[in-house]
């Protein structure tokens, strides 16, 4: 983490890159869309596309357009009450990408997600379809979370988090995260006017998740950590992230044509394949199994398939198919997969060879209760 690193944005060699823009950046102080700022945000983009770069925008600001439409003055704490304006919300902000885009040319597409939508591997694959359709006819896609229906149990939770998802889904070069602050600070610089800025840094790195203290504006629901989190989350595609302060003049461009501003973080692990990043991307897993120290040295060191033998306890209820998380002893998850067996069988098996596996159960769907293809070490 020095400001000694590469001086050229990533962004200026990306062509597909996500952009997330906070809704500070797209409000009036929460009081409903500041129209200008969608206009500005759909200049830059613009003119992306003309220098061929392909844009994905994650805009937030439903919820605080469907307040002013309601008239509500203060966000409400009920789920059906923050639905109902996700839902009046979104047909204005739709209308105002739409006019703005419109005005240089461009249409804009509307694409409302849930984590459940990417937790399924078949409507995982047609948003990704449909993505890369719209960007091959020149449209730019505007993705949202589908406050309208999402619960607690499929919610994606915050746009930074879904930025990384749609960033991994569509396997981006980069991930854009614009806020109303600079970047990360090595402390708190609202507490500490010494605090050291973080030009660069490397994505996943620990160090970065302690520095990332303390919440951002009232308006939005993601504080630095979540979007450090995102970073790391996107660099499991081989994206690198940039965090920004979305009031610099024409942030957008200036990254675009090499201008290092704010935080880049870069990616360095190796990218997943598609199947394996759809496999990381869950945020919310069906069960848990643990297991002893031999099995997590076979996954992590030896590339071996989990057998039952080197599984201590099961948790959670879960069918074959379902991905499923492995942890350590000490709750550190090690690993994920697709389960061959459901949880009751998986229970009945744990801690036995597999040569048991058709004497316990009456039969043997597999040897293995995660192959090794259909799984992924973290």
Same mark, same amino acid.
């Given at each position: 983490?020095?400001?000694? +690193? %590469?001086?050229?944005?990533? @962004?200026?060699?990306? /062509?597909? *890159?996500? !952009?997330?823009?906070?809704?500070?950046? =797209?409000?009036?102080?929460?009081?409903?869309?500041?129209?200008?700022?969608?206009?500005?945000?759909?200049?830059?983009?613009?003119?992306?596309?003309?220098?061929?770069?392909?844009?994905?925008?994650?805009?937030?600001?439903?919820?605080?357009?469907?307040?002013?439409?309601?008239?509500?003055?203060?966000?409400?704490?009920?789920?059906?009450?923050?639905?109902?304006?996700?839902?009046?919300?979104?047909?204005?902000?739709?209308?105002?990408?739409?006019?703005?885009?419109?005005?240089?040319?461009?249409?804009?597409?509307?694409?409302?997600?849930?984590?459940?939508?990417? +937790? %399924?591997?078949?409507?995982? @694959?047609?948003?990704? /379809?449909? *993505?890369? !359709?719209?960007?091959?006819?020149?449209? =730019?896609?505007?993705?949202?979370?589908?406050?309208?229906?999402?619960?607690?149990?499929?919610?994606?939770?915050?746009?930074?988090?879904?930025?990384?998802?749609?960033?991994?889904?569509?396997?981006?070069?980069?991930?854009?995260?614009?806020?109303?602050?600079?970047?990360?600070?090595?402390?708190?610089?609202?507490?500490?006017?010494?605090?050291?800025?973080?030009?660069?840094?490397?994505?996943?790195?620990?160090?970065?998740?302690?520095?990332?203290?303390?919440?951002?504006?009232?308006?939005?629901?993601?504080?630095?950590?979540?979007?450090?989190?995102?970073?790391?989350?996107?660099?499991?595609?081989?994206?690198?992230?940039?965090?920004?302060?979305?009031?610099?003049?024409?942030?957008?461009?200036?990254?675009?044509?090499?201008?290092?501003?704010?935080?880049?973080?870069?990616?360095?692990?190796?990218?997943?394949?598609?199947?394996?990043?759809?496999?990381?991307?869950?945020?919310?897993?069906?069960?848990?199994?643990?297991?002893?120290?031999?099995?997590?040295?076979?996954?992590?060191?030896?590339?071996?398939?989990?057998?039952?033998?080197?599984?201590?306890?099961?948790?959670?209820?879960?069918?074959?198919?379902?991905?499923?998380?492995?942890?350590?002893?000490?709750?550190?998850?090690?690993?994920?997969?697709?389960?061959?067996?459901?949880?009751?069988?998986?229970?009945?098996?744990?801690?036995?060879?597999?040569?048991?596996?058709?004497?316990?159960?009456?039969?043997?769907?597999?040897?293995?209760?995660?192959?090794?293809?259909?799984?992924?070490?973290?």
């Amino acid at each position: 983490m020095t400001a000694s +690193a %590469d001086p050229v944005s990533v @962004l200026a060699s990306a /062509s597909r *890159i996500v !952009a997330k823009v906070g809704s500070s950046l =797209v409000t009036n102080d929460g009081q409903g869309l500041d129209f200008k700022a969608v206009a500005h945000w759909a200049r830059q983009i613009a003119l992306l596309h003309k220098q061929g770069k392909q844009v994905v925008l994650v805009s937030s600001g439903a919820i605080a357009e469907g307040m002013a439409r309601l008239g509500w003055p203060k966000r409400p704490t009920a789920m059906h009450e923050l639905q109902a304006a996700a839902a009046v919300g979104q047909m204005g902000l739709a209308q105002a990408y739409e006019v703005a885009f419109s005005k240089h040319g461009l249409r804009s597409a509307q694409i409302l997600l849930t984590h459940e939508d990417l +937790a %399924d591997r078949q409507r995982y @694959l047609n948003a990704r /379809s449909t *993505i890369f !359709a719209l960007l091959r006819l020149g449209v =730019v896609p505007i993705v949202n979370e589908n406050d309208t229906v999402a619960t607690e149990e499929i919610a994606v939770g915050d746009n930074d988090t879904l930025g990384a998802l749609v960033t991994n889904l569509i396997e981006a070069d980069a991930l854009v995260i614009l806020t109303d602050q600079r970047g990360l600070y090595e402390a708190d610089p609202r507490k500490d006017p010494d605090a050291r800025f973080v030009g660069h840094g490397q994505a996943g790195d620990p160090k970065l998740e302690s520095m990332a203290g303390g919440s951002g504006s009232g308006i939005g629901k993601g504080g630095m950590l979540t979007k450090i989190l995102a970073a790391r989350r996107a660099a499991r595609s081989g994206a690198h992230t940039v965090i920004a302060s979305g009031r610099e003049p024409d942030v957008m461009l200036r990254l675009a044509a090499g201008e290092c501003i704010g935080t880049e973080l870069r990616a360095s692990t190796p990218v997943l394949s598609a199947r394996k990043q759809w496999m990381a991307d869950h945020l919310r897993l069906r069960g848990r199994l643990i297991l002893d120290e031999g099995a997590v040295r076979a996954l992590r060191d030896e590339g071996k398939s989990l057998l039952p033998v080197g599984v201590s306890r099961v948790e959670g209820a879960f069918a074959p198919g379902d991905v499923v998380a492995c942890l350590d002893s000490k709750g550190r998850e090690c690993a994920r997969g697709l389960v061959n067996y459901s949880s009751s069988d998986a229970r009945r098996i744990m801690g036995q060879p597999s040569s048991k596996i058709g004497e316990i159960l009456g039969q043997v769907t597999e040897t293995e209760l995660m192959h090794r293809d259909n799984l992924i070490v973290l």
